[in-house]
């Protein structure tokens, strides 16, 4: 089955950039969508990013402007460049893969913490 490795999380000061990636097993170009959702400690998932084959992106209100998501159709790879970071990202961020006709992968996730 089609595999997602996220890699990139880590411990970053606030104000600080990261760079989280997703890379999948084969490719993910057509009629998909790949992006990002997170989930701090006691609260709901909530989308971050996605952006689709034909590059539209869409972001949530809580990280427009300092959020930029790409995608590496060669590499099967979406990253996620984050900056400005403020303690309130602290989450797991979970990398997402979506088909057009149902099929829906999950990453297992990287850790984001954000210190003050």
């Known amino acids: 089955q089609l595999q997602l490795a996220e890699s990139g999380g880590g411990l970053v000061q606030a104000g600080g950039p990261l760079r989280p990636s997703c890379a999948a097993s084969?490719?993910?170009?057509?009629?998909?969508?790949m992006g990002w959702d997170r989930q701090a400690p006691g609260k709901q998932r909530e989308l971050v990013a996605r952006?689709?084959?034909?590059?539209?992106?869409v972001y949530a209100d809580s990280v427009q402007g300092r959020v930029t998501i790409s995608r590496d159709n060669g590499e099967y790879t979406v990253y996620l460049q984050m900056n400005s970071l403020k303690p309130e990202d602290t989450a797991v961020y979970y990398c997402?893969?979506?088909?057009?006709?149902?099929?829906?992968?999950w990453g297992q996730g990287t850790q984001v913490t954000v210190s003050s």
């Open positions: 997402n893969l979506a088909f057009t006709g149902g099929l829906n992968y």
């Open positions: 084969r490719s993910t170009y057509s009629s998909s969508i």
């Open positions: 952006i689709s084959s034909a590059g539209v992106r």
